[in-house]
């Protein structure tokens, strides 16, 4: 689901840029589409038995093209489930518009054939576009090798041109290869600059980009999904998503306040203890520091969320990690706590502390008052100097374990974790 001129090289790669990894994104604010999209859901059966009947009751309270577009489009995503046993067995039974109405399951070819047809049929000018996709088999690092594998629209809304994809708004595969239904706004009306990070239309016209990218550009690109925009991330150090490095690397996004950020480091389907990560935010960036176990290939996935939206973290990039060494041991465990406080270590930063050893801790934590590095019974609180806290402490513990007093909160929570050996 799926130059010959040194001057010319630097000019394409700065435009390269300035279109895939602006500096500041802005968040537009969302449109209420409630209306719409409730019209939309609640749809009667009895016009659903065709094309032409569908399109005209879906389009009844549009009053322009973009409430038309959303309207059609909230309507597949909600009714045409993805046929699992068609993608896995390579027998997609009958694909076109009426034959994906009458069966209310497709793939992607036919997900876009029917937005195309209802679209037509409500007076739209609808493209059904062609190309590569990282979807569900995709793993980053993958090249693009044989045909195309995926399909979408392009819709002409005010004259001009727009980017949506119903199959991936209506929902995904999941671990046990069975369809999730789940919404995704992210695939409706996409901006370009954040469609192509996933879609690689076979015509380069309908990447809508002032500066076409390749295919070798595509496949190089961060794997970045719905989540790493709607949190307002960007990326400032690395540009592409192979990283060849030694025993530890570290990756910065510049992030808004608002975006809090998890990290996990994977070999394969196999995901590594927490302690190989670490992250932390600094002057609008986010540092995540990653160190690798023994050489080999390994992934660092990263999962994001607004600070104050409820539910759990969403998967947000992936970058491929190839490593010439290893390292054993790793970092402190970092509470969720820690992140979403502004907690920025300065040290120790090994997660492996030796007993007798006199370590020195230096700790920020936005807001705190107080900061306690605990072991066994006893407390060592920290000095503070506003959101710093330092202090030196002998270890004599097995288990050593640093917590906070934040306001508001009568008990304290828990920010690092540390082993002394």
Not at 377 to 383: F, G, I, K, S
Request: hydrophobic share 35%.
């Amino acid at each position: 689901m799926l130059v010959q001129h040194v001057s010319k090289i630097h000019l394409l790669l700065i435009t390269l840029t300035a279109i895939l990894y602006p500096m500041d994104r802005v968040q537009a604010q969302p449109v209420n589409w409630e209306r719409i999209d409730t019209h939309a859901l609640k749809t009667p059966n009895h016009v659903e038995n065709s094309v032409q009947t569908l399109a005209t009751y879906l389009v009844e309270p549009a009053g322009n093209e973009h409430e038309k577009v959303r309207a059609i489009f909230r309507w597949v995503t909600q009714n045409i489930a993805y046929d699992t046993e068609g993608y896995f067995s390579g027998q997609y039974g009958d694909l076109s518009p009426d034959g994906v109405l009458k069966s209310r399951s497709a793939v992607c070819d036919g997900y876009a054939g029917l937005f195309d047809m209802l679209g037509k049929a409500a007076g739209l000018e609808v493209v059904k576009v062609i190309g590569y996709s990282k979807g569900y088999s995709y793993a980053v690092g993958d090249q693009l090798d044989g045909a195309s594998n995926h399909a979408w629209n392009a819709v002409m809304i005010d004259n001009k041109w727009y980017l949506l994809d119903a199959t991936w708004g209506a929902g995904y595969l999941g671990d046990n290869n069975k369809f999730v239904r789940k919404f995704q706004n992210h695939y409706f009306l996409t901006p370009p600059d954040e469609f192509i990070y996933d879609h690689l239309p076979s015509d380069a016209q309908w990447q809508l980009l002032e500066q076409p990218v390749s295919k070798q550009d595509y496949a190089d690109f961060v794997y970045l999904r719905p989540a790493f925009f709607h949190t307002g991330l960007t990326i400032q150090s690395h540009r592409h998503s192979l990283i060849e490095m030694d025993d530890q690397n570290t990756v910065t996004l510049r992030a808004p306040d608002r975006a809090v950020l998890l990290a996990q480091l994977m070999q394969g389907e196999n995901k590594l203890d927490e302690a190989f990560t670490f992250l932390q935010r600094k002057n609008g960036s986010y540092n995540i520091q990653a160190i690798i176990p023994q050489s080999g290939r390994y992934v660092l996935r990263l999962f994001a969320k607004n600070r104050d939206e409820e539910g759990s973290y969403s998967w947000a990039l992936d970058y491929s990690l190839t490593a010439s060494e290893g390292r054993p041991g790793g970092f402190p465990r970092a509470f969720s706590t820690f992140s979403e406080n502004g907690g920025y270590l300065h040290s120790p930063m090994s997660g492996r502390l030796k007993r007798g050893s006199t370590q020195i801790f230096k700790i920020q934590v936005q807001g705190a008052e107080k900061v306690a590095v605990i072991m066994g019974d006893n407390w060592h609180d920290l000095n503070k100097e506003g959101d710093l806290f330092t202090g030196d402490v002998t270890i004599n513990d097995k288990n050593i374990r640093v917590f906070a007093k934040l306001p508001g909160r009568e008990q304290y929570d828990g920010l690092l974790e540390y082993t002394g050996f």
